[in-house]
């Protein structure tokens, strides 16, 4: 293999590796975002669910918050 030959590999490797770490780094980021994405989806999901359950109930939170600070 003569000189130019062993460049032009070691050219084409770092070309290579940079392409994968790139990916990598873009797939690493576009993962954590789709997880903090799922993440608050399931709370605002669970507070829907909780305020339709509790809304105008004797166990709403808020409701004794206000009846509270009202009567006095």
């Not at 770092?14 to 709370?43: D, K, P, S």
Request: net charge positive; with cysteine.
């Amino acid at each position: 293999m003569t000189e130019r030959e062993g460049r032009n590999r070691r050219l084409c490797d770092i070309g290579v590796e940079g392409f994968i770490l790139v990916t990598l780094g873009c797939w690493f980021h576009c993962r954590c975002n789709y997880a903090m994405l799922r993440i608050q989806e399931r709370l605002a999901r669970e507070g829907i669910k909780n305020k339709i359950i509790y809304e105008s109930a004797h166990l709403d939170p808020e409701r004794k918050q206000i009846s509270g600070s009202s009567s006095n």
